[in-house]
């Protein structure tokens, strides 16, 4: 994948977990992964501020703690939530980073991957700005799939599923507009790393 200039981007993360393709946004919203844990799952969620709308600073500023309460009614019911995921996919498919890759980022909550709690210990978040009712676009799918393929070159990463698939009855993105067979087949992700997918 090139970006407007022709250049190719350079998508793996290196020795400290940062992605050189992505835009650098730190977040104070992160902590050490468990000793000698390794980074094998992603995880695909999608986020709006507010919700349902798209364009703002709104979600840099809710990952670094800075987002204004005063601004929308829906901001003061999340003052002082302190979240944060490994990366955002912005509409036109820019990647934002705010967390390194060897870093536990706290995007998953109360988790279980195939039977696996504590899905911030082992895990990548990745956050798609949409919403559980809204087509994601075609640049969004481009630049997870090349994220995606990345850092599973990068790491050893053994399955992808959604916020919905480790979080069940508590959390429903990245929802029923997101096709994970366009993903899966831009990706080239085998079936057999979305153990959800096969279940259904």
Not at 15 to 38: K, L, T
Not at 98 to 127: K, L, M, P
Request: with cysteine; glycine share 8%; hydrophobic share 40%.
């Amino acid at each position: 994948m090139s970006d407007a200039a022709g250049r190719v981007r350079d998508w793996r993360p290196n020795a400290d977990g940062w992605v050189p393709a992505a835009r650098h946004v730190p977040s104070p919203n992160f902590d050490a992964r468990p000793e000698g844990m390794a980074v094998d799952v992603v995880v695909l969620h999608n986020i709006s501020l507010p919700p349902g709308q798209f364009g703002s600073d709104d979600i840099e500023a809710f990952f670094q703690n800075r987002l204004d309460a005063t601004r929308h009614p829906f901001f003061e019911t999340i003052r002082d939530v302190r979240v944060s995921a490994h990366f955002l996919i912005r509409r036109d498919g820019e990647p934002v980073q705010f967390v390194a890759c060897t870093q536990r980022a706290w995007h998953a909550g109360q988790s279980d991957y195939c039977g696996r709690q504590r899905c911030n210990d082992f895990s990548i978040g990745i956050e798609i700005e949409g919403t559980d009712d809204q087509p994601f676009t075609p640049a969004q799918y481009e630049t997870v799939a090349a994220l995606v393929s990345a850092l599973r070159a990068a790491y050893p990463i053994q399955g992808v599923a959604g916020h919905s698939d480790i979080a069940p009855g508590r959390k429903t993105d990245p929802g029923p507009y997101f096709d994970w067979s366009r993903f899966a087949k831009q990706a080239a992700l085998p079936l057999a790393m979305m153990p959800y997918r096969q279940a259904r």
